[in-house]
């Protein structure tokens, strides 16, 4: 059974930053890409970060590029987004989960409890 924990969110004054942990289990980590999502009250979730399984590309949502940076650890079946230049746009709960190639659509079903981040101004 797939299990995805995040961990790292929190309250940030504007401009902060924040680092994100997903450690996964049940799967075979290193050959999946991974990515980010975050869903905001009242809107749906949507992709922030994706990376691939050989840790050779990454892509980002237009929104987050320049400021966040996706990565992975094999080794220890973690994946990780360090978020700079916090906005308040960014607040939601963040998820990861294993991705499809090319579209990075979220490959399992099953969502972890996500972790919140919230950005004051």
């Known amino acids: 059974q797939v299990q995805l924990v995040e961990s790292g969110g929190g309250l940030v004054q504007a401009g902060g930053s924040l680092s994100l942990s997903c450690a996964a289990s049940?799967?075979?980590?290193?050959?999946?890409?991974m990515g980010w999502f975050r869903q905001a009250p009242g809107k749906e979730r949507e992709f922030v970060a994706a990376i691939s399984w050989s840790v050779g590309s990454t892509d980002y949502a237009d929104s987050v590029k320049g400021r966040f940076t996706i990565a992975r650890d094999n080794a220890k079946s973690t994946v990780h987004l360090q978020m700079n230049s916090l906005k308040p746009e960014d607040t939601a709960v963040y998820y990861c989960n294993a991705v499809t190639r090319s579209t990075w659509r979220p490959l399992f079903g099953s969502w972890g409890q996500g972790t919140q981040v919230t950005v004051s101004s």
């Open positions: 049940g799967l075979a980590f290193s050959t999946y890409h």
